[in-house]
Structures are given as structure tokens and as C-alpha cells.
């Protein structure tokens, strides 16, 4: 029998969990949640984790790009042009403008809270 897995959440560490969460909220519309001993945000239908620094434990600094691992996650989203405007206009940092990389794909890439690298892509169902 295969194995079925669905995604449950990303994990972040953040020296400020309540100013991440915010970022996420403010800039990509994430709903901030309370949940006991940790800070949830929903996003595009997914659940982000963050979770505070322990006291003067000691935590690397995030590696420089591009890096082996994780790079970045994806979020689809309707309109990428009009997006790029209103985030741009809020101070968001791009570090690739909206591009077409192949038919009916557009993608931008942004820094996130703690140098976090987050691609928005918009895909033309008719190339799907």
C-alpha cells in the first residue's frame, strides 16, 4: 500500500515571533492564531509554526542564497503584477521582479521575515 502523506505546517524560529507573524499577515494576509505556547499563522490554506528563540541558545544566522536545503516556499496567487504593486508599495524587498519563465508561469521572489526567501507564482490554467 503507498504511503499518503498531506502537508501539516512549516516550522520557523524567529528572534520575534509576533512581528513575523505580523509580516505575514500585513504583507500576504496570513490570519495570525494563539494556540498555548506557540504562534500559529494560517496562510494560502497551509499553518506556519513559529516559534520563539530559546533564551542564549545559541542559533545560526540564516545561510546566505542560494544554500543547500531548504530555499524557499511557493504561494500561488491571482494577478502577480497587481500583488508585486501593493506589496512593493508596503516596503517589500524583491529579489527577482515578476518574470515570465515559461508560457502561462509569472513568478517574483520576496525576502520574508528573518531573510526568508518566498516566491509568488500566477499560473494560466490553460497551460496546467
Not at 18 to 47: C, F, S, Y
Not at 67 to 78: A, N, P, S
Request: aromatic share 6%; net charge negative; with cysteine.
Amino acid at each position: 500500500m503507498p504511503i499518503v502523506v498531506t502537508w501539516d505546517h512549516v516550522h520557523l524560529r524567529s528572534p520575534d515571533p509576533e512581528a513575523t507573524a505580523a509580516w505575514l499577515r500585513d504583507i500576504l494576509g496570513g490570519e495570525i492564531v494563539h494556540a498555548p505556547g506557540r504562534l500559529d499563522v494560517n496562510l494560502g490554506g497551509a499553518k506556519i509554526f513559529i516559534a520563539p528563540l530559546e533564551g542564549d541558545s545559541a542559533v545560526s544566522p540564516p545561510p546566505p542564497h542560494p544554500h543547500q536545503g531548504l530555499d524557499h516556499f511557493g504561494l500561488t496567487v491571482k494577478d502577480i503584477d497587481a500583488v508585486a504593486a501593493e506589496i512593493k508599495a508596503k516596503g517589500v524587498t524583491f529579489t527577482r521582479e515578476p518574470t515570465t519563465i515559461r508560457p502561462g508561469v509569472r513568478i517574483c521572489f520576496i525576502r520574508g521575515p528573518e531573510g526568508i526567501s518566498i516566491e509568488l507564482l500566477e499560473r494560466d490554467k490553460k497551460y496546467t
